[in-house]
């Protein structure tokens, strides 16, 4: 129950931020340059204010609950309205700072490699990246210079261009029979139970229309919001899951999870970028997205309109 005479800070929203996004306290505390007590200890006091737990724990992994998850929304925009009043003033006293806003769908090494390159060429210039844009009920390209995501239906009103295309892998039950395989057909997963990533109950993770479209009778199916929570189903051996490849580090690591690649080349998604139009882009807008296509080397000819 909400309290009166909250008294929460930037600090605190800034570190349940990182939490939620790193899902483990010990990585969060660490990029924070805190010590862990002092980070569960701030995360603690954040929740006894606001009258709820915001994390399942599982030692020192977390993962947002639903009131979690409807507080990461809110400080989302508390610390970018912070963030930018900070920046406008700057503006007021030194002079004028140049801003890109970038919207990830997930962390991508390609774009990774190519922001460092922008920001090395042009330290002047400010860089905010949001690697949470799928949590935002309704996504609007003017707030981003430029954003990344896996084509799809949410976003067939974007004007794109085609980065790379990722497979998924399966990631499979270490005791599974389909563990022993280097290689896994879609019949195989006939009457298997699978757990699948649904955001919201409009959007859920392509694979699960693929093998509706393959009619794939599957035995049984999960759903979850939490990519650590579908990763915790597959290796308690609940269900088989897909997974990104881009996202598949965390799998690896557990040694109760087996992946492997699906034969079928459908199992894949392409990954795309969007730009603002130019008449919304500042200069230095300009400059970013001129860099990007050319450091990337897009084919700027082939666009999804």
């Not at 990519?227 to 290796?235: D, F, I, P, S, T």
Request: glycine share 4%; aromatic share 10%; hydrophobic share 40%.
């Amino acid at each position: 129950m909400y309290k009166k005479g909250v008294n929460m800070n930037i600090a605190q929203i800034r570190y349940f931020v990182t939490a939620a996004q790193l899902q483990n306290l010990s990585k969060a505390a660490e990029a924070l340059h805190l010590s862990q007590p002092a980070l569960s200890k701030s995360i603690a006091k954040l929740e006894e204010e606001l009258g709820t737990p915001l994390f399942i724990r599982q030692g020192k992994s977390v993962a947002l609950n639903e009131p979690g998850r409807r507080f990461l929304q809110s400080a989302w925009v508390i610390l970018r309205q912070v963030d930018n009043t900070m920046l406008d003033l700057s503006e007021m006293t030194f002079g004028t700072t140049s801003r890109i806003s970038v919207g990830l769908y997930q962390p991508d090494e390609k774009i990774t490699s190519c922001l460092a390159a922008f920001a090395s060429k042009h330290p002047e210039t400010e860089l905010y990246i949001n690697c949470f844009i799928d949590s935002e009920e309704i996504l609007d390209i003017n707030k981003y210079d430029m954003l990344l995501y896996p084509d799809g239906n949410r976003y067939i009103k974007f004007h794109s261009h085609f980065l790379h295309s990722e497979p998924y892998l399966l990631a499979i039950p270490a005791g599974h029979s389909l563990a022993a395989e280097k290689s896994i057909s879609p019949k195989q997963l006939s009457g298997l139970p699978f757990v699948f990533v649904n955001r919201d109950q409009q959007y859920i993770e392509e694979p699960y229309f693929l093998c509706a479209g393959l009619n794939l009778r599957l035995k049984s199916m999960y759903f979850t919001n939490a990519r650590e929570q579908h990763k915790q189903l597959v290796a308690s051996g609940v269900a088989l899951g897909f997974v990104p490849e881009c996202c598949s580090a965390p799998y690896k690591a557990d040694p109760r999870i087996v992946l492997r690649p699906v034969s079928d080349s459908k199992f894949s998604r392409r990954i795309m970028l969007c730009f603002k139009k130019d008449k919304h882009l500042t200069p230095a807008g300009k400059d970013f997205r001129d860099f990007v296509i050319n450091n990337l080397g897009l084919d700027v000819s082939h666009n999804k309109d």
